[in-house]
């Protein structure tokens, strides 16, 4: 198996997948048109920030997985990986406590306004009665957006801080609020204006590109913090700006739009510009032991397709196929059993959406569950049933 490596990957971890049998082009500085370049005889990608394009993914015949060494996927075309049956993994979690420090670091920074400090003390200037006007974060009401591994892994961290501690997440109950310690808010537009600090965590997807509206920006307290370490489309940049330029708010951020693809270049932002604005490199996931994290999964990952051809992290696996009924069919373990039964389902134009075929002790007995598409007629499953010396046993139910 031929695997392509097109981001930073530990040096020890690329070996490991050497010794799985592969071959390994390890490319950390390629960007996406290199990739297109060089993936013709791929069968694995393994990206980080990288992005894999439509282009990259049509140009090849063998690529079956792509794996994001991180757990956003925003930079891969899942929609064109789906078109062509090629699976995208991710190492969801490995990272998250790397991106909770960023955004605690970034809190406290704000707070403490260590960059000026520091820039203050390089030049030569003594200011400590501008800089002893910190207000403090003890008792701080911190909202978090999102409370999924990373969000988590923040309340953790902020608890011991001693903040008043509120979030919003769909998957948020009352019980697992009560549970990590949160007051338990039922949306982002209520949780906003009662907070002195907001933390976003959430993943890109089209339901929440822009959820930071400008609505939701002008309802901040004044003098509050807003800290992204997830990602940009999130947020309304424009507003955001013109919330710091106003002097209401001020921000840490490690997300832009249209930042750079490549790992060093030419970057122009006003937001980052901006005198109350703490940005940082997009390096919230930057850390060696959240690299050695991912790394880890990744190869675990790799070496379980290898040997049982199953994707663990599957993210672009539809959710619920189209179909309808569920034919269960008993039968002996031999050859041509199950062409005969899908013969019979093609005859009466009848799709198989998803097949599992599982063999009893002693390998003489099999059951297949097949999902399809539309309920097979009368004659078709008398077909089945009368396959003598083949099926068993069949049975067909709905599951719509």
């Known amino acids: 198996m031929k695997v392509l490596i097109a981001d930073k990957f530990p ?7 050497r010794g799985l049998g592969s071959q390994v082009s390890y490319e950390p500085r390629f960007e996406a048109a290199e990739i297109v370049e060089n993936i013709a005889d791929k069968d694995v ?7 894999v394009t439509a282009e990259a993914i049509e140009a090849t015949q063998n690529l ?4 994001r060494a991180g757990a956003g996927t925003n930079n891969i075309d899942k929609q064109a990986a789906s078109c062509r049956g090629v699976y995208v993994a991710n190492c969801p979690g490995m990272n998250s406590i790397a991106v909770a420090e960023l955004a605690m670091g970034l809190i406290c920074a704000l707070d403490r306004r260590i960059v000026e400090n520091t820039i203050d003390l390089r030049n030569g200037i003594w200011n400590k009665a501008e800089y002893s006007q910190a207000d403090g974060l003890y008792g701080k009401v911190l909202g978090v957006v999102g409370v999924g591994k990373i969000g988590e892994e923040l309340i953790k961290r902020a608890r011991v801080f001693g903040f008043q501690l509120k979030a919003y997440s769909r998957s948020l109950t009352p019980d697992k609020a009560k549970a990590i310690g949160v007051a338990c808010v039922p949306s982002v537009a209520e949780l906003v204006p009662q907070c002195d600090i907001i933390s976003v965590h959430l993943a890109a ?4 590109e822009g959820i930071i509206s400008k609505e939701i920006i002008d309802s901040m307290k004044p003098g509050a913090y807003f800290i992204n370490t997830a990602r940009a489309e999130l947020v309304d940049e424009a507003a955001l700006l013109e919330a710091v330029q106003a002097g209401r708010i001020r921000v840490g951020t490690d997300l832009y739009r249209d930042e750079p ?12 510009k901006a005198a109350t604005v703490y940005g940082t490199h997009h390096i919230g996931a930057s850390t060696t032991q959240a690299q050695n994290a991912v790394a880890a999964e990744t190869v675990r990952i790799l070496k379980l397709f290898l040997k049982t051809g199953r994707v663990e992290n599957w993210v672009n696996r539809l959710v619920k196929t189209p179909a309808n009924w569920q034919l269960v069919v008993r039968h002996h373990d031999k050859p041509g059993v ?12 009848v799709n198989a959406e998803e097949i599992e075929n599982v063999i009893f002790e002693g390998a003489q007995a099999a059951c297949c569950t097949i999902q399809v598409d539309t309920k097979p007629s009368s004659e078709t499953l ?5 396959l003598e010396g083949q099926v068993i046993h069949s049975e067909l139910m709905g599951i719509g």
């Open 11 to 17: 040096e020890r971890y690329i070996e490991q997948i």
């Open 45 to 51: 990608v393994v990206v980080r920030s990288t992005k």
């Open 64 to 67: 079956s997985l792509i794996i």
């Open 205 to 208: 997807a089209p339901e929440t």
């Open 261 to 272: 693809e490549g790992k060093t270049a030419a970057f122009e932002s006003e937001l980052s």
């Open 338 to 349: 199950l062409a005969a039964v899908l013969s019979c389902l093609k005859e009466d134009n």
């Open 382 to 386: 008398e077909k089945i049933s009368a």
